[in-house]
């Protein structure tokens, strides 16, 4: 119920969420979402996912309109923070509340920018296969490399969502680098992609946009800290439509940000 109830709520402020996100989100860490209420009447929700108990990451952040300027959110926010103590945490925050969250503890690390393009008919190189015949030990390791905890539960759902497309790259018996691409509330996203370079990252990029109809519109989220992936997506010609801060209260995690072409989601990281 409450992951359901957060992915509406984040529908109708546009965030533009993927139609089996709630599954998805909800494998990750069954009691990491956190609704408000006044009385029997949801008034607003948090998630505050942990991997690992040992890095967190907090997402929908939402209360709703008619329930704002009430105290509604801060106390939603305390209860987060609360769940994740100890942890270090992330966010991608509203560029505008940087300074909020800054007085909260969490410090910038970079931006990451949605960008949005077109489907257009592509070939998909003879490296480029699906994940299901891979084990998902591969991916998973491959994935280690981007984030900074084993999120197994969440991946199996992830490569596995209906109407998706999961494809890794093979280098010989090597997995060079893996995409999703799900259908959304308005078309399609892409995220995560991970791949050893630039040429690996657009093969898997061609074969994301091959999975949907000619001309949707496919939705990628690039963290500005890869200068490989900004060149990938000047190449595309693909359009900013909106940029967040990555925070993080704590150490930053240790990750490869030069294989991050794109992130899987803001919500969970």
Not at 137 to 151: G, I, K, N, T, Y
Request: glycine share 10%; aromatic share 10%; charged share 20%.
């Amino acid at each position: 119920m409450e992951v359901g109830f957060a992915i509406d709520l984040a529908a109708r402020e546009g965030w533009n969420p993927g139609l089996n996100d709630a599954e998805c989100f909800y494998a990750a860490d069954p009691s990491g979402f956190l609704i408000g209420e006044l009385g029997d009447d949801p008034v607003g929700c948090i998630s505050a996912v942990s991997y690992a108990g040992r890095y967190g990451y907090l997402g929908l952040y939402i209360v709703r309109p008619e329930f704002r300027k009430r105290g509604f959110g801060r106390h939603l926010w305390q209860e987060a923070l609360a769940r994740l103590r100890g942890q270090t945490i992330g966010l991608d925050g509203a560029v505008a509340r940087q300074s909020y969250y800054t007085r909260c503890g969490f410090h910038f690390a970079h931006r990451n920018v949605r960008y949005l393009g077109r489907a257009q008919p592509t070939a998909i190189h003879a490296s480029i296969c699906p994940a299901t015949e891979v084990p998902l030990d591969a991916v998973s390791a491959l994935d280690s490399q981007v984030f900074p905890e084993r999120r197994d539960a969440f991946l199996r759902s992830w490569l596995t969502q209906p109407k998706a497309g999961a494809f890794v790259a093979r280098e010989g018996e090597r997995l060079s680098g893996y995409t999703v691409i799900r259908r959304c509330r308005e078309g399609w996203k892409i995220g995560p992609l991970v791949a050893d370079d630039p040429l690996v990252a657009r093969r898997l990029y061609d074969a994301a946009t091959a999975h949907v109809g000619h001309d949707e519109e496919i939705f990628i989220d690039v963290p500005e800290a890869n200068p490989a992936a900004q060149s990938l997506v000047e190449a595309l010609d693909l359009s900013p439509v909106f940029a967040t801060a990555r925070m993080y209260a704590g150490t930053d995690p240790t990750i490869d940000l030069g294989t991050l072409y794109g992130v899987t989601t803001f919500e969970l990281g």
